[in-house]
């Protein structure tokens, strides 16, 4: 993940410690690295509407940090599109 990507996000590289939106989701992502969760249970687990959810785990999928695909979800079992951490896997 290039620096200009940090930024676009606004993201603290000291995890779980942010307050926007995308801070939260990348800090719970983190957290459970390498556990590929679902957009549901982040939307969940974060307390942000799921259409944010959508469309931060979107962009986080197409960094090099994260990946987004089709899986397992480490919460809920369902099988639909995951987003895991793979900054610290
Ligand atoms: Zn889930």
Redesign the pocket.
């Known amino acids: 993940m290039s620096d200009q990507s940090f930024q676009t996000f606004s993201l603290s590289r000291r995890t779980g410690t942010g307050t926007t939106y995308a801070e939260r989701v990348y800090g719970f992502l983190v957290e459970h690295t390498p556990q590929p969760?679902?957009?549901?249970?982040?939307a969940k687990a974060t307390n942000i509407a799921r259409e944010n959810i959508n469309q931060l785990t979107s962009i986080l999928g197409l960094t090099r940090d994260f990946g987004k695909a089709e899986g397992t979800?480490?919460?809920?079992?369902?099988n639909?599109r995951?987003t895991r951490s793979q900054r610290y896997a």
Request: net charge neutral; with cysteine; glycine share 8%.
């Open positions: 969760i679902c957009d549901d249970c982040i979800c480490a919460i809920c079992k369902g639909k995951v």
